[in-house]
């Protein structure tokens, strides 16, 4: 959003545009094969209305696109350009849903790759530096506790290893946590983003306070703005990117996020200009979810009026949640939740056995 401010594109724009300006040896355009004359926009892809679909990651083995304890080796032109063009590698019938772009919503993480992608074209430069230089600085993310690359964390680690830097990945299987393995992958700007949860409150209260050093506050109010010109959007509660949800009686705007391993939130409420952010190395699943917004739940009322009593009452409620399902949940009593959900050491909770990861 830096780069619409700069005058660099325009929202409603048609992204073949600017993907045509990309060197002709990896240059693609993508277009619904179903609605070749409606054009896909920034906002489509902001939104994920663009009838772009995940579906056919899934059938992509996991060793040809992660890679473990390092940076994949892949571009974000490269991975793009197998994925959308008839001669890539991962290149499928099933890349676009049945619905015409701007009518239907499907959240796609390779809509969002290919969102850094055009700012590595506007800008002539890879997305992780412009991303860094224009928006992680200026909202305060640290140097030492912010980075799209794992290698970036071994420079910083005074032994030269990822485990006294960044949390091992975790799932809870056979009544034990048991570890993935430090990785990668391609796409890595829809969810390879490691920061600590001060960081990233650094970066939230830069948009709670109007855009502060990153954005203008015309830019927030657009990204917060349901899209009502994009019927998938409008029914989907969606902004640019982030989006609403409901906690209780809150209506929150945010994001969360989850990958093998990993569990995040990251949401405030407008009316009372509170946030809450959650990161666990945890790996999600429905009971997991409902626990983090008990916890949620806890939170914003922590900052209301008689707050404190209705803390301990929500607070025995989220514990008994964990004790009464511990057969079906992630974790099993009290001290287990306070670990899982509020980060603590991960080499307290893994389990020295062989990782999980198959790749």
């Known amino acids: 959003m830096r780069l619409y401010e700069q005058g660099k594109f ?34 489509m892809l902001m939104t994920h209305t663009s009838s772009i679909s995940d579906d056919p990651m899934w059938d992509i083995p996991l060793k040809k696109i992660y890679t473990r304890d390092g940076d994949s080796n892949i571009s974000l032109r490269q991975f793009l ?3 959308f063009h008839p001669n890539g590698a991962h290149y499928s019938k099933r890349r676009f849903t049945k ?5 239907g919503y499907e959240y796609s993480n390779v809509g969002a790759t290919l969102v850094a992608y055009l700012v590595e074209i506007l800008s002539g430069r890879d997305f992780a530096e412009v991303s860094e230089e224009l928006t992680l600085r200026p909202a ?11 290698e970036h964390f071994i ?21 034990k946590y048991r570890a993935y393995c430090h990785y990668t992958f391609p796409d ?24 502060g050093a990153m954005l203008k506050e015309s830019t927030v109010k657009e990204m917060m703005r349901v899209q009502n010109e994009l019927p998938g959007a409008a029914k989907e509660d969606q902004g640019l990117m982030w989006y609403y949800k409901k906690l209780g009686s809150r209506r929150l705007i945010g994001h969360n996020g989850g990958e093998m391993g990993t569990t995040t939130d990251m949401f405030f ?7 809450v952010i959650l990161l666990s190395n945890g790996e999600g699943n429905r009971k997991y979810d409902k626990a983090f917004d008990k916890i949620e739940t806890i939170l914003f009322n922590y900052f209301t009026p008689k707050g404190r009593r209705r803390i301990l009452e929500l607070e025995t409620d989220v514990f008994k949640l964990a004790v ?35 790749f």
């Open 10 to 43: 325009k929202l409603d724009d048609d992204i073949n545009t600017y993907l045509l300006q990309a060197p002709q040896s990896a240059r693609f355009t993508v277009r619904h094969p179903r609605f070749e004359g409606v054009p896909i926009t920034f906002r």
């Open 81 to 83: 350009f197998d994925y």
């Open 324 to 358: 009464s399902e511990k057969e079906s949940s992630q974790v099993s009593d009290r001290r287990a939740l306070q670990r899982a959900l509020l980060q603590s050491k991960a080499s307290r909770l893994v389990v020295r056995q062989k990782d999980l990861c198959r």
């Open 99 to 103: 619905s015409r772009p701007g009518r």
């Open 140 to 150: 305060g993310m640290s140097e030492n506790g912010t980075s799209w690359n794992l």
């Open 269 to 275: 409420d407008p009316e009372t200009n509170v946030g």
């Open 155 to 175: 420079e910083k680690s005074s032994s030269g290893s990822l485990s006294d830097s960044v949390a091992m990945p975790t799932v809870w299987k056979r009544r």
């Open 188 to 211: 890595y700007p829809d969810g390879g983003l490691r920061a600590t949860a001060t960081d990233l409150a650094r970066f939230m209260l830069n948009f709670m306070q109007g855009g």
